[in-house]
């Protein structure tokens, strides 16, 4: 009995557009782009035939999956770990200069490279890859959409993928993509990667 992971990455914001680092407690709301590619990709999920969806608790990311259950009608669950990373005090800097600090350090010290009052990405892999792991047991069997991050989404592919972890700089999902994997048990397998062509249909 495969279950289906849905991934998902929330609507556009302001910030997204600014290439601003969005902070842990932001309440930046969609904007109208964002809103209106959450609505055609909630008729996609739809036809799907969804179970339940699970969300960050990020103000993007649960409006996001508001709108999406405004059409799918299932269970919906707010779920703090799979929150973007916690960019400590680079929160709300342009992404150019956190890039800047990152692109000095070899592979083991960026995966292992902790900003002040933040976390690692480590640190971020280790919490979306339990919380994966728990809602997949609870839900055998099951289409399950998880609404996040770009940043999670991104971490997460080395694990589902089984891949180096450099694999993961290739990723770079765009908002309202769907990135899906079916899950047996034992090993996951690619249904698509970063798939946005329900964003072009018109209803």
Same mark, same amino acid.
């Given at each position: 009995? $495969?279950?289906?992971?849905?991934? +998902?990455?929330? %609507?556009? @914001?302001?910030?997204?557009?600014? !290439? +601003?680092?969005?902070?842990?407690?932001?309440?930046?709301?969609?904007?109208?782009?964002?809103? /209106?590619?959450?609505?055609?990709?909630?008729?996609?999920?739809?036809?799907? %035939?969804?179970?339940?969806?699970?969300? /960050?608790?990020? @103000?993007?990311?649960?409006? @996001?999956?508001?709108?999406?259950?405004?059409?799918? *009608?299932?269970?919906?669950?707010?779920?703090?770990?799979?929150? =973007?990373?916690?960019?400590?005090? #680079? =929160?709300? $800097?342009?992404? $150019?200069?956190? =890039?800047?600090?990152?692109?000095?350090?070899?592979?083991?010290?960026?995966?292992?490279?902790?900003?002040?009052?933040?976390?690692?990405?480590?640190?971020?892999?280790?919490?979306?890859?339990?919380?994966?792991?728990?809602?997949?047991? *609870?839900?055998?069997?099951?289409?399950?959409?998880?609404?996040?991050? %770009? %940043?999670?989404?991104?971490?997460?592919?080395?694990?589902?993928?089984?891949?180096?972890?450099? =694999? /993961?700089?290739?990723?770079?999902?765009?908002?309202?993509?769907? &990135?899906?994997?079916? #899950?047996?048990? !034992? $090993? #996951?397998?690619?249904?698509?990667?970063?798939? &946005?062509?329900?964003?072009?249909?018109? *209803?």
């Amino acid at each position: 009995m $495969k279950t289906r992971l849905i991934l +998902v990455r929330h %609507g556009e @914001t302001h910030k997204n557009v600014a !290439k +601003v680092l969005h902070g842990r407690k932001d309440d930046a709301s969609l904007n109208s782009l964002g809103k /209106s590619q959450a609505e055609r990709a909630a008729k996609a999920l739809v036809k799907m %035939g969804v179970d339940i969806i699970y969300s /960050s608790t990020e @103000t993007r990311a649960s409006e @996001t999956a508001e709108i999406l259950n405004l059409f799918c *009608e299932v269970p919906i669950i707010y779920i703090d770990d799979f929150r =973007e990373r916690d960019w400590g005090i #680079f =929160e709300g $800097k342009p992404w $150019k200069e956190v =890039e800047s600090v990152l692109s000095q350090m070899q592979l083991p010290g960026r995966y292992n490279f902790k900003p002040e009052r933040g976390e690692s990405w480590q640190e971020v892999e280790t919490r979306l890859i339990c919380s994966i792991k728990k809602i997949l047991k *609870e839900n055998k069997g099951k289409k399950v959409v998880v609404v996040t991050h %770009g %940043g999670t989404i991104r971490t997460l592919m080395p694990h589902l993928l089984n891949v180096p972890l450099a =694999e /993961s700089f290739k990723y770079d999902p765009k908002h309202l993509s769907f &990135t899906i994997f079916d #899950f047996d048990g !034992k $090993k #996951f397998s690619k249904v698509c990667i970063d798939d &946005t062509s329900h964003l072009d249909r018109e *209803e």
